[in-house]
């Protein structure tokens, strides 16, 4: 599935639902991605490339690195916990928004303020009872959205984007 394949499957799954989303909306941009196809990372890596010049991409590359390495000397989950910005992340917008995850494709909120609220709670219980809802809501369609496009096609194995990108950076 191309992205745009994968966009029109969200939207037929969705249809009519109110969405908060936009580019340039990035609360929920300070956490692990995980990807399932190398497509998808090397998609992601072939834009990324277009889009900085040398000296932004190398220290892209490093920022990718120590990140990476970071994931697999702490975990996923500590890693996660500790909310990191994605590395593609650009002044508050997705440097690579038409080919973003199919993780970060498949969440929808109809409210900005829910996101904002779960990235700056400690926990889950910190939460009002309204965003815990909400979130989770969130979350679990975005888990069966996921589900549904990866029985569509090739999946290569579950590892976090920064991981991905160094696997073909190394590859290259
Ligand atoms: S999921 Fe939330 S933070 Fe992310 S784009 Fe949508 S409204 Fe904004
Ligand atoms: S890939 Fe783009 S949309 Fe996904 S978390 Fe990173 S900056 Fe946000």
Redesign the pocket.
């Known amino acids: 599935m191309t992205p745009a394949d994968i966009d029109a499957f969200i939207a037929r799954a969705i249809a009519g639902e109110p969405m908060a989303c936009a580019r340039g909306c ?1 609360w ?4 692990l ?1 995980v990807l399932t196809c190398r497509d998808d990372a090397r998609r ?1 890596l072939d834009t990324v490339r277009e889009r900085l010049d040398a000296a932004g991409f190398a220290a892209f590359e490093r920022q990718v690195r120590e990140q990476a390495a970071a994931i697999a000397a702490i975990g996923h989950d500590a890693a996660q916990a500790g909310r990191w910005t ?5 002044d508050g ?5 038409e080919v ?2 199919v ?3 498949s969440v929808f909120s109809p409210d900005a303020a829910c996101c904002r609220a779960m990235m700056e709670a400690d926990d889950f219980a910190g939460l009002t009872p309204a965003h815990q809802a909400l979130a989770t809501r969130i979350g679990e369609r975005s888990f069966r959205l996921q589900v549904a496009i990866n029985d569509r096609r090739p999946v290569d194995g579950a590892k976090e ?1 920064r991981q991905w990108l160094v696997e073909l950076l190394d590859a290259t």
Do not use: D, M
């Open positions: 990035s929920c941009c300070h956490q991605v992601i994605c590395p593609l992340l650009r917008a997705c440097l690579v928004y973003r995850p993780a970060c494709r984007l």
